[in-house]
Every structure is written in structure tokens, then in C-alpha cells.
């Protein structure tokens, strides 16, 4: 399991490289995506090292634009923010395989954290290069694109258990 686990681990860094790609603005993408999913399809810990390498690949691609310590402070928000949503998705979802009120509730949080409480976090390095000005227009931008990343990983994983179910219906 721990060998099917890393390969799946693997592929999903590599997706967020792809995902990396897609930008929004600067160094804002959809790198977390494959994390969200990584998250939902192997649990807290993986997901959290799927995010954090996924964001550094996302800023090494743009060129680092707000410092490799911003950055790195960014993958440790990553980090924190996929073992919160599997973290919360679990505890819903203990009875069955998809829970609608865990994803939910856990997207939620995963929006926050990413979102309003990771530019606080980096707000006093964020200031001085943008202002809190840049600071407060980031925000809906990045948590929109968020929720974006979480509701893409939550269709996929969906879509992933209905063609599991048929595919053990059709046996």
C-alpha cells in the first residue's frame, strides 16, 4: 500500500506541475487541485506534501515573484490547509465513502485557511511589496480560485467513486 500510495503521490505532484500552468494571476493557479484530490483519495498527510510541492512548483515556475520566503511560508499554508480538509472531510465521511456535509464543511475551511488566513499570515512580508491595498484585492481572487480547486478535486473524486460503483456492478 505505502508503494501504491507514493506512485499515486508522485502523479499527483507531477499533475500540479500541469496544474502550475494555469494561472490566474502571477503565481496563482490551479496547482492544488491534484492536492485537494491527492487529499480526499489518500488522506491528510499525503495531500498536505501534494499541496506544499505543488505551490513551490507553481512559484518556481513564475519566477518566485514575492520572494522564495514567501513561498515557502505558502507551502507550509498549503500544507496546513490539504490536513485540514482531510482532516474535516474524514470525520464526516466516516460512514460512507462521499459526505456532501463534509465537503462542505472542510471546503470551507480549506478556503479560509488558503485564502483570508494564509495572506494574513503573510501579510506583514506581503505589505511592503503590495500594500495592504494589493493585500485586500488578493483575496477574492485567491480564494475564488480555491474553491475552484476544491470543486474540481470534489467532481473528479465523485466521478472516481461512480465508476468504481459500476465498475464492482458490472463483475
Do not use: C, W
Given at each position: 500500500m505505502?508503494l ?12 500540479s ?12 493557479a490551479?496547482?492544488?487541485m491534484?492536492a485537494f ?8 498527510s ?10 513551490f ?6 519566477g ?7 513561498h ?5 499554508i498549503m500544507?496546513?490547509?490539504m490536513a485540514?480538509?482531510g ?12 459526505s ?20 494574513f ?5 506581503l ?27 470534489v467532481?473528479?473524486?465523485?466521478m ?6 459500476r465498475?464492482?456492478?458490472d463483475?
Amino acid at each position: 500500500m505505502h508503494l501504491k500510495s507514493g506512485i499515486l503521490t508522485a502523479l499527483f505532484i507531477a499533475l500540479s506541475f500541469i496544474g502550475a500552468n494555469v494561472k490566474v494571476l502571477g503565481s496563482i493557479a490551479f496547482d492544488s487541485m491534484p492536492a485537494f484530490l491527492g487529499t480526499l483519495l489518500l488522506g491528510a498527510s499525503y495531500g498536505a506534501v501534494i499541496g506544499a510541492a505543488g505551490h513551490f512548483l507553481t512559484a518556481l515556475l513564475s519566477g518566485f515573484p514575492l520572494t522564495l520566503l514567501v513561498h515557502i511560508i505558502t507551502m507550509g499554508i498549503m500544507a496546513v490547509t490539504m490536513a485540514a480538509f482531510g482532516i474535516i472531510y474524514r470525520r464526516f465521511a466516516a460512514d460512507n465513502r462521499f459526505s456532501v456535509q463534509g465537503v462542505l464543511v472542510a471546503g470551507i475551511v480549506a478556503v479560509l485557511i488558503n485564502g483570508p488566513v494564509g495572506l494574513f499570515v503573510l501579510s506583514p512580508l506581503l505589505a511592503p511589496m503590495i500594500g495592504q491595498a494589493g493585500i485586500i484585492a488578493l483575496m477574492p481572487i485567491v480564494s475564488g480560485v480555491a474553491a475552484l480547486n476544491v470543486l474540481l478535486a470534489v467532481v473528479i473524486y465523485r466521478m472516481l467513486g461512480n465508476a468504481k460503483a459500476r465498475e464492482a456492478k458490472d463483475k
